[in-house]
């Protein structure tokens, strides 16, 4: 009878230091109070993101640096580790699986030209020879040079030119290339 009384005791004080170990003693000492940051996503980044998603570029880009010794990040020069406040202002979070494409948690930074995103979009092998992303035609439109005149056409090289045509990106390309240049890790995250 004392056997059953004593597994009976251990079980309950197993379980005892369990439950304080892993919820109530994590509860006293994290701070509960979290600041309100503004990360001052604007509608355009937020479309963005969405369009990121959609056109799948997740499957060939990933958005984490990797801390020393567990790659070739840094030599790279694609930036710091990625911390998780990185990742505060992105729902939902694209990590990312694969490399095919390099990391781009911190193009922003690294390539902070509005118009070589642009031109990168339409046509990768115009700005990187032998690059292996595809094109992404559809977010843009390919106009008479006299037709909308406010707006102006990518620029370009030579032998990716349509004689008498311009190549005008539409709102959801600007808005992808907003969210692109968005992605800057150069200072840490927000302690």
Known sequence: MIRNWILLFGIVAMFSAAMVGLTIL???VIDPRVEEVDFGNTFEI???HAIYVREGCIYCHSMQVRPEGFGADAQRGWGRA???EDYRNLTPHLLG???TGPDLSNIGARQPSE???LTHLYQPRSVLQGSIMPPFPWLFEVVNEDARPGRQGINLPSQYQIPGKKVIPTDEARYLVAFLLSLNQETP???
């Open 82 to 84: 990625s911390e998780v």
């Open 46 to 48: 937020v479309q963005g």
């Open 189 to 191: 995250g927000v302690d």
């Open 115 to 117: 118009d070589w995103h």
């Open 97 to 99: 699986t694969m490399r």
């Open 26 to 28: 994590p509860k006293l």
